[in-house]
């Protein structure tokens, strides 16, 4: 009975995790593939002829995804610097600072995640556009720094694991709360930082909308919507567009595989202590 029970556990994973491959893979064939045989039908797994020159005519030909790579790197470096100094502050003063009616203010925090991002979009657009921000990367840098609540839910979660006493023993040496952060807590939180770098990482790296609200210019945009240019008129790249969708997903791959330990084990032990 044990044996068919993991038969069936491992079968099912198998069967989710090829369906979950399979859009990866086709995305990687498209990539070494020409025009042509993007669109045979039946379509074609193996390319033949491989085209390799996919890759540098996609990335360096009709648009210079430097610039594009430059500018995401700027943001999403933003954003990831913001959302773990202004998250863990935040999170902070709800876990160790005894302040009237924290709860009640935690709780409207967390209220604010139940509003659809939608029903913000324009009013954000209307102050943004009277601040004189469209065109710039102010829309997307300057409200990281205001913290997300789900981060913030999460670090708090995480403080509240470490014993008081780490506080309490710091205080007695001389510390102030902000020397507690940085020296006692923080070095503890590497799982807990680690899942705030990697979600913020891969929402911005990936971000589409907000780059295309506020950003017209090739010289000021992101990597995402750049990738959307290969849609042409009357024809589009498919090979080209999917090599540089290849690139553009390696540096996600790489952040997850190299911190997968972190951000497995700051998932799990976010929701021990509530």
């Given at each position: 009975m044990r044996v068919?029970?993991?038969?069936?556990i491992?079968?099912?994973?198998?069967?989710?995790?090829?369906?979950?491959?399979?859009?990866?893979?086709?995305?990687?064939s498209?990539?070494?593939?020409?025009?042509?045989q993007?669109?045979?039908?039946?379509?074609?797994?193996?390319?033949?002829?491989?085209?390799?020159?996919?890759?540098p005519?996609?990335?360096?030909g009709a648009?210079d995804?430097?610039?594009?790579f430059?500018?995401?790197?700027?943001?999403?470096?933003?954003?990831?610097?913001?959302?773990?100094?202004?998250?863990?502050?935040?999170a902070y003063?709800?876990?160790?600072?005894?302040?009237?009616?924290?709860?009640?203010?935690?709780?409207?925090v967390?209220?604010?995640m139940?509003?659809p991002p939608?029903v913000?979009l324009i009013?954000?657009?209307i102050?943004?556009?009277k601040?004189?921000?469209?065109?710039t990367?102010?829309p997307?840098?300057?409200?990281?720094w205001?913290?997300?609540?789900?981060?913030?839910?999460?670090?708090?979660?995480?403080?509240?694991?470490?014993?008081a006493?780490l506080?309490?023993?710091a205080?007695?040496?001389?510390?102030?709360?902000?020397?507690?952060?940085?020296?006692?807590l923080?070095p503890?939180?590497k799982p807990?930082?680690?899942t705030v770098a990697?979600?913020?990482?891969?929402?911005n790296?990936?971000?589409f909308?907000?780059?295309?609200?506020y950003?017209?210019r090739?010289?000021?945009?992101?990597?995402?919507v750049?990738l959307?240019?290969?849609?042409?008129?009357?024809?589009?790249?498919?090979?080209?567009m999917?090599?540089?969708?290849v690139l553009?997903?390696?540096?996600?791959?790489?952040?997850?595989?190299?911190?997968?330990?972190y951000?497995?084990r700051?998932?799990?032990l976010t929701?021990?202590k509530?």
């Amino acid at each position: 009975m044990r044996v068919l029970r993991y038969v069936l556990i491992y079968g099912l994973l198998l069967t989710f995790g090829f369906i979950y491959t399979v859009p990866f893979l086709w995305m990687l064939s498209t990539s070494f593939k020409t025009l042509s045989q993007t669109l045979r039908f039946p379509p074609e797994w193996i390319p033949g002829p491989w085209a390799f020159e996919n890759y540098p005519n996609g990335w360096m030909g009709a648009f210079d995804f430097n610039i594009f790579f430059r500018n995401s790197v700027a943001i999403t470096g933003n954003a990831v610097l913001a959302q773990m100094t202004s998250s863990v502050l935040i999170a902070y003063a709800f876990a160790r600072i005894r302040v009237p009616e924290r709860g009640f203010l935690f709780a409207i925090v967390l209220a604010t995640m139940m509003i659809p991002p939608q029903v913000t979009l324009i009013p954000q657009y209307i102050l943004f556009t009277k601040f004189g921000w469209v065109e710039t990367w102010l829309p997307l840098m300057v409200p990281q720094w205001t913290g997300w609540p789900l981060f913030v839910f999460m670090l708090r979660q995480f403080f509240r694991t470490l014993p008081a006493d780490l506080d309490d023993a710091a205080r007695i040496d001389g510390c102030g709360s902000f020397r507690i952060l940085w020296h006692v807590l923080l070095p503890n939180m590497k799982p807990a930082l680690a899942t705030v770098a990697i979600f913020t990482f891969v929402g911005n790296w990936n971000d589409f909308l907000h780059p295309l609200l506020y950003l017209s210019r090739d010289d000021n945009t992101t990597l995402a919507v750049g990738l959307n240019m290969f849609r042409g008129q009357y024809r589009t790249q498919f090979n080209e567009m999917m090599a540089v969708a290849v690139l553009i997903l390696l540096p996600v791959i790489l952040i997850f595989f190299f911190f997968q330990q972190y951000f497995v084990r700051g998932i799990a032990l976010t929701g021990i202590k509530g």
